[in-house]
């Protein structure tokens, strides 16, 4: 493909929060680019390069050269993968590694990774010399809960190379099918209908990229619109992105982050959510079934394990970031 061509393949969305405005890129190959891109938004030339140790293995080194052959000076900061390298420890030895190199207020933050590296990375581009430009490439907690501590700071830009996704095996590709179905419950029936109807949307299905690449874009324009309505999770409206979440992140921390993928835990929780939406907001057992059948279709958890200990759910609740007045809040749907 010729690089014109690459251009008119790639999906532009402009996120405006606040004041804050921001390019998420969307397409294939745009990692062969990676340099290109940055360097259109960011004038600077040294970085940090954040990835997990699985994650560097596939990405790092390629990631690296490539911002090397276009002028900048990166250095590679590698950690644990898994929940357990999100903490304050871990986000301290990164800044430390960073001041080592020479990084200073003039450099920026790569993060190579979704989920864990996507939060850590941004927190530290957050807090280094109080406050430093982070690029995220997307695709691949305390210990008494998630996303407890962390800092309001957006993207310079977010590249979303959907070649990426065809190194993840299929159960860690299934589990980002919660979050989608989550979107579609709250914000989107044309999308829970086309979800619905879909066989498959496996990137190394032939013909599918574009319609996952619909689908992306079409995730990040629900996500976006909820959060500048609500950028620091003032209001309530911004809540509505936890549906699912109040009982998925316990279930996660009663199975000490192994047991379940965040997306299969959070498949759980939107059981439950929809169950207390029946009690609590008018929500009709078969649309509620339908939600179900939806998350079975992806492959996703609706029933807990027979054995799991459910106390520790319980117990688990109060550490939820809606936990308010010494009381548990949930997110319903109609």
């Known amino acids: 493909m010729v690089p014109d061509a690459i251009e008119e393949a790639v999906s532009k969305i402009t996120v405006s929060v606040g004041r804050e405005r921001y390019r998420v890129l969307i397409g294939e ?12 938004y960011l004038s600077r030339k040294t970085c940090a390069i954040i990835a997990d140790d699985e994650v560097a293995q596939l990405f790092a080194r390629r990631v ?7 002028g900048f000076h990166p250095t590679l900061i ?3 993968a898994g929940e357990k390298s999100k903490t304050l420890t871990q986000a301290g030895a ?11 207020r003039q450099s920026f933050v790569v993060g190579i990774g979704g989920g864990v590296i996507g939060d850590i990375s941004g927190f530290v581009a957050a807090i280094y010399q109080r406050g430093i430009p982070h690029v995220q490439i997307p695709g691949v907690n305390t210990r008494d809960g998630k996303n407890l501590i962390g800092a309001v700071h957006h993207p310079s830009l977010v590249i979303d190379d959907t070649d990426v996704l065809k190194t993840l095996p299929r159960r860690e590709f299934n589990q980002a099918f919660a979050e989608i179905i989550k ?8 999308m829970f209908r086309t979800l619905k109807v879909a066989r498959a949307f496996w990137p190394a299905a032939a013909g599918e990229t574009h319609a996952l690449q619909s689908l992306i874009k079409r995730n990040i324009e629900i996500k976006s619109k909820i959060v500048a309505k609500d950028e620091r999770d003032q209001t309530g409206q911004r809540a509505l992105l936890n549906f699912g979440h109040t009982v998925g992140h316990a279930i996660e921390r009663a199975g000490d982050y192994r047991k379940f993928l965040h997306g299969e835990a959070l498949s759980l929780g939107i059981v439950a959510a929809g169950a207390i939406s029946i009690k609590r907001a008018g929500l009709s057992p078969d649309q509620r079934e339908a939600i179900v059948d939806l998350l079975r279709q ?12 459910r106390e ?15 009381k548990v809040r949930f997110v319903v749907t109609r």
Do not use: W, Y
Request: hydrophobic share 40%; proline share 4%.
């Open 183 to 190: 979107h579609a419950v709250i914000a989107d029936a044309k």
């Open 29 to 40: 190959g745009l990692l062969k680019q990676l340099g290109k891109h940055v360097r259109k």
């Open 298 to 309: 992806f492959e996703l958890p609706t029933r807990l394990p027979k054995n799991f200990q």
């Open 312 to 326: 520790k759910i319980f117990s688990a609740l109060k550490f939820d970031k809606k936990f308010k007045g010494g």
């Open 78 to 80: 590698t950690i644990p």
């Open 64 to 70: 690296e050269r490539n911002l090397i052959s276009t």
């Open 94 to 104: 990164i800044c430390d590694q960073m001041i080592g190199a020479g990084l200073d």
